[in-house]
């Protein structure tokens, strides 16, 4: 069950590292999300938002193999993905590059639920 644990958070987490490439530039989010960053404002946000999902998939990745960190990484990956998943649904009408970033979050969200469960059942040592 432990090993399981890892292997969810190891996947949760380099979901949430693929991001990352995006704080190279607007190029690179460009290809990311099929967006244009012209704006130097909605750049920097950009960029510092794959910074941000570079630190959580970093977490979850540490997670793995640190388990006092594991609730914690479950939490924060939860967070990420119900709340992604959630405002593309209510907004609807998003580009195939931001569906294929949906897709990725309900296969995260897929391992972070078998994940807990493996958490849940795992001895206690």
């Known amino acids: ?6 292997v969810m958070l190891v996947l949760v ?9 995006g704080a190279l530039g ?4 460009t290809a990311l999300y099929g967006l244009r960053f012209d704006d130097p404002n909605a750049q920097v946000l950009m ?3 794959a910074v941000l999902f570079g630190l959580l998939g970093g977490f979850c990745c540490v997670a793995a193999v ?4 594991q609730p914690a990484a479950f939490a924060m990956g939860y967070v990420s993905v119900v709340s992604f ?10 580009n195939a590059q931001l569906r294929r970033v949906f897709v990725a979050d ?3 969200l897929a391992c972070l639920v078998v994940g807990t469960a ?3 059942l795992a001895p206690r040592a």
Request: a positive charge; zero cysteines; hydrophobic letters at 55%.
């Open 106 to 108: 309900v296969v995260a």
């Open 26 to 29: 607007g190029e690179r989010l």
């Open 66 to 69: 640190a388990a006092q960190l």
């Open 47 to 49: 960029r510092h938002r």
């Open 85 to 94: 998943l959630a405002l593309m649904k209510s907004v609807g009408g998003t």
């Open 118 to 120: 493996a958490y849940a």
């Open 13 to 21: 987490g380099v979901i949430h590292l693929l991001p990352l490439a």
């Open 1 to 6: 069950m432990r090993l399981l644990v890892s």
